[in-house]
């Protein structure tokens, strides 16, 4: 089952352009010439219409499935033009959360099982709002109580640490966001770019793959660190989070992601030359706020590891040492966060097993939480 790979985790992040594949076959529509044409949702075209008149889109999840949605919020508010909110599902309860008949709330969830995703889903439908879900395991029970939605089609994730279903969830719902600006003629250019970026992903992926070996090299660095900070904006917040999150579950040592925006209201006073800390400065329009960022840091000696596109050797100066600096392919803005992950994945990975921990099942952890 796990084929030439020590564990489950390892196998299920080289997978990755396999399974982003799969998440867009038939999806992705091409000409006779070869050329990316639009995108087509089959289980989806009869409730377009019904999105896009709704007063807001809803995403909804935990843990990783909740992160996915950070990472595709600012892209479905540029092409949707609706306010879209992010509700993790355990709050929706506690809070009793206002939802409408003309919301449109969209459940992620990679087991389709989760107990506090799915009483979110009950209580949304109670509410009457049209409900989607993004869900890998086909006929699980948020699959099934959706009114419709999309199977992201990563195949079995077994390990606890959730990597594949985080790429593919992201996709899908860069898909979703597509085919509902459809009907926008002004945004057509946009919406082309980012197709041509969608069916470039898996390349582009199995290029940041590469840096597997780069990564044991800085893991064995840290092993012995108590703490790790990263900090991302813009497109690249979820992967400050999500690479926290990975950090902390597998490898068990304390991670935080933040918003960079934040670090002045707080976090900074955390900063010395001992505490590692990531920022992630790929070419973006927040950019330019990130290479400050890393200015600010390093005028306090800060230990900095810098994520940041392949061809930008403006940031090398900044990094301590070689082994602080990853170079990843670049993609459209809003993918970027697909191929940005990887390195910290393989990143936690490589740390949890430099540091002896169960890589496939964290102490403490289930695949799916079925109990609230
Ligand atoms: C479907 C088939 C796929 C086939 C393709 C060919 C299934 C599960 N999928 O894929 O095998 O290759 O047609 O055209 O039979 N849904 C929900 N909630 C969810 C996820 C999905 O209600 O969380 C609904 C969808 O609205 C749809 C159905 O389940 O009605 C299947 O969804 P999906 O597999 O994503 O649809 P297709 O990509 O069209
Ligand atoms: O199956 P789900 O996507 O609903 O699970 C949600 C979370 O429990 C899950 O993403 C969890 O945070 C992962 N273990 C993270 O790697």
């Known amino acids: 089952m796990k084929g030439n790979f020590d564990h489950f985790m390892k196998k299920e992040i080289h997978e990755q352009p396999d399974a982003i594949q799969q998440t867009m076959r038939g999806r992705v529509v091409f000409d006779a010439d070869g050329n990316v044409q639009r995108v087509f949702l089959g289980g989806m075209v009869d409730y377009l219409s019904t999105i896009r008149r709704s007063r807001r889109i809803i995403l909804c999840g935990c843990g990783t499935s909740y992160n996915s949605a950070i990472a595709v919020r600012q892209l479905m508010e540029e092409l949707t033009e609706l306010p879209v909110t992010l509700e993790l599902a355990s709050d929706v309860l506690d809070r009793q959360c206002?939802?409408?008949?003309?919301?449109?709330?969209?459940?992620?969830?990679?087991?389709?099982?989760?107990?506090?995703?799915?009483?979110?889903?009950?209580?949304?439908?109670?509410?009457?709002?049209?409900?989607?879900?993004?869900?890998?395991?086909?006929?699980?029970?948020?699959?099934?109580?959706?009114?419709?939605?999309?199977?992201?089609?990563?195949?079995?994730?077994?390990?606890?640490?959730?990597?594949?279903?985080?790429?593919?969830?992201?996709?899908?719902?860069?898909?979703?966001?597509?085919?509902?600006?459809?009907?926008?003629?002004?945004?057509?250019?946009?919406?082309?770019?980012?197709?041509?970026?969608?069916?470039?992903?898996?390349?582009?992926?199995?290029?940041?793959?590469?840096?597997?070996?780069?990564?044991?090299?800085?893991?064995?660095?840290?092993?012995?660190?108590?703490?790790?900070?990263?900090?991302?904006?813009?497109?690249?917040?979820?992967?400050?989070?999500?690479?926290?999150?990975?950090?902390?579950?597998?490898?068990?040592?304390?991670?935080?992601?933040?918003?960079?925006?934040?670090?002045?209201?707080?976090?900074?006073?955390?900063?010395?030359?001992?505490?590692?800390?990531?920022?992630?400065?790929?070419?973006?329009?927040?950019?330019?706020?990130?290479k400050s960022v890393i200015e600010q840091l390093r005028a306090r000696d800060a230990r900095c590891i810098l994520i940041v596109s392949e061809d930008d050797d403006s940031l090398d100066k900044f990094a301590s040492n070689e082994d602080m600096i990853i170079k990843v392919p670049e993609v459209c803005d809003c993918l970027q966060p697909l191929i940005n992950i990887v390195p910290l994945q393989l990143l936690s990975y490589h740390l949890t097993v430099l540091r002896g921990h169960n890589v496939d099942q964290p102490r403490n952890l289930a695949k799916s939480v079925t109990v609230e």
């Open 98 to 290: 206002p939802f409408f008949r003309d919301d449109s709330i969209i459940f992620i969830s990679q087991s389709g099982e989760t107990a506090d995703t799915l009483r979110a889903l009950e209580y949304a439908k109670s509410k009457g709002a049209l409900c989607i879900g993004i869900v890998n395991v086909v006929g699980s029970a948020i699959s099934r109580a959706t009114d419709c939605g999309l199977h992201i089609n990563a195949g079995a994730e077994i390990g606890v640490a959730s990597t594949k279903a985080y790429t593919c969830q992201i996709t899908s719902m860069v898909l979703l966001a597509l085919a509902l600006s459809e009907d926008s003629r002004s945004r057509a250019d946009r919406r082309m770019d980012i197709m041509r970026g969608v069916v470039t992903l898996p390349d582009t992926m199995r290029r940041a793959l590469e840096l597997d070996q780069k990564m044991l090299a800085l893991a064995r660095t840290l092993v012995d660190e108590n703490s790790l900070l990263l900090f991302g904006r813009g497109y690249n917040y979820a992967t400050a989070l999500e690479g926290a999150l990975k950090v902390k579950e597998v490898a068990l040592l304390h991670s935080e992601g933040i918003l960079a925006g934040e670090m002045k209201h707080g976090p900074l006073a955390l900063v010395d030359e001992t505490l590692p800390l990531v920022v992630i400065a790929t070419r973006d329009s927040s950019y330019l706020k990130q």
